[in-house]
T-cell receptor, first 109, second 112 residues
Framework: GENVEQHPSTLSVQEGDSAVIKCTYS??????FPWYKQELGKRPQLIID?????GEKKDQRIAVTLNKTAKHFSLHITETQPEDSAVYFC????????FGKGTMLLVSP | SQTIHQWPATLVQPVGSPLSLECTVE??????LYWYRQAAGRGLQLLFY??????ISSEVPQNLSASRPQDRQFILSSKKLLLSDSGFYLC???????????FGEGSRLTVL
């Protein structure tokens, strides 16, 4: 089955800095790579996703890149704000999704 | 629009007691449904998924079971809870055209 590794587990940045979270996956059949944001005590919510026929996707301050050859994908958040503080999960799959263990992002004012 | 609800939101159960968590989806038909568990405030582990009534696939061996008695209803059960069953349980449905997972509000289970 699919195995997703996510790094780092914790990331602290200053407001305005950029944050990068990286994931690797094992199953070359995976073709869908979403990123979820989970605030404390709440449900995960999709923030951006990418499919295997695309190398990069941007939505305002967030972007995701995908390298299918190397089997890794990354989340980039620019101009971070305190409200970006949360746990971020990457996932990979085709019929079911396998999630990484999450990255706790802390943005300090 | 589609909505997903699960309940109860919080429960505290003694070891050895039974469990029933319920999830319903509205506004869509024949959805793929999922149960995930989140332990220790982190990673999401897929427990069960269902592509239709009575069709259940188990991802990990455990003392939990799932059932789908109706198209938009998904139930997670246990006959005897273990301490290790404590966690945050999330039901989800998948948008077939996009693959995106939509999660319910979650059920926080504490086994004492």
């Amino acid at each position: 089955g699919e195995n997703v590794e996510q790094h780092p587990s914790t990331l602290s940045v200053q407001e305005g800095d950029s944050a990068v979270i990286k994931c690797t996956y094992s199953d070359s059949a995976s073709n869908y790579f979403p990123w979820y944001k989970q605030e404390l005590g709440k449900r995960p919510q999709l923030i951006i996703d990418i499919r295997s026929n695309v190398g990069e996707k941007k939505d305002q301050r967030i972007a995701v890149t995908l390298n299918k050859t190397a089997k890794h994908f990354s989340l980039h958040i620019t101009e971070t704000q305190p409200e970006d503080s949360a746990v971020y999960f990457c996932a990979a799959g085709y019929s079911t999704l396998t999630f990484g263990k999450g990255t706790m992002l802390l943005v300090s004012p | 629009s589609q909505t997903i609800h699960q309940w109860p939101a919080t429960l505290v159960q003694p070891v050895g007691s039974p469990l029933s968590l319920e999830c319903t989806v509205e506004g869509t038909s024949n959805p793929n449904l999922y149960w995930y568990r989140q332990a220790a405030g982190r990673g999401l582990q897929l427990l069960f998924y269902s592509v239709g009534i009575g069709q259940i696939s188990s991802e990990v061996p455990q003392n939990l079971s799932a059932s789908r008695p109706q198209d938009r209803q998904f139930i997670l059960s246990s006959k005897k809870l273990l301490l290790s069953d404590s966690g945050f349980y999330l039901c989800a449905w998948a948008g077939l055209s996009t693959g995106e997972l939509f999660f319910g509000e979650g059920s926080r289970l504490t086994v004492l």
